[in-house]
């Protein structure tokens, strides 16, 4: 598990739009990474909601969000709630397993454990969430940032 001073695991995945997005290309922002087990379930959808409807209250932090569902899911997933924040594929969980948001979760099965990293500027994770609630994710950001 990553804690508060980690360097954040860097990551180069493809979004809802297919291009690729990389940790990198956010230096100088704080970046929120948040994993989510599948698009379009109904705590997925909660928490990409609240995080859309704060993402004016976060100044230039950017908000991005990774599955391991398909682009094509992804881009489903954005239009039909019109979240327009970075979805990620990671479809081989490497980025997840990376951050320690992939293990035995309900019923003991493997998947991703809905959690959530707040990253500086430089990289280096800020706050983590693990087992994060799909409604406290928002208001977690909006802790952390005091906003």
Do not use: N
Not at 36 to 42: L, S, V
Not at 122 to 136: E, F, H, L, N, S
């Amino acid at each position: 598990m990553l804690e508060v001073g980690d360097k954040a695991p860097g990551f180069s995945l493809v979004d809802q739009h297919g291009s690729t997005v990389k940790l990198s290309s956010f230096k100088g922002h704080k970046v929120l990474v948040y994993f989510y087990p599948k698009a379009d379930t109904p705590g997925c959808t909660t928490q990409a909601c609240a995080l859309r409807d704060v993402a004016g209250q976060v100044g230039d932090t950017a908000i991005v969000g990774i599955s391991k569902d398909t682009p094509q899911t992804q881009a489903k997933f954005d239009a039909k709630y019109g979240l327009g924040f970075p979805l990620l594929s990671d479809p081989d969980h490497v980025t997840a397993k990376a951050f320690g948001a992939w293990g035995k979760g309900m019923y003991g099965r493997e998947g991703v454990l809905r959690s959530a990293f707040l990253i500086d500027e430089k990289g280096k994770i800020v706050k983590a969430w693990y087992r994060v609630k799909a409604d406290q994710t928002a208001p977690k950001l909006l802790d952390a940032l005091g906003a």
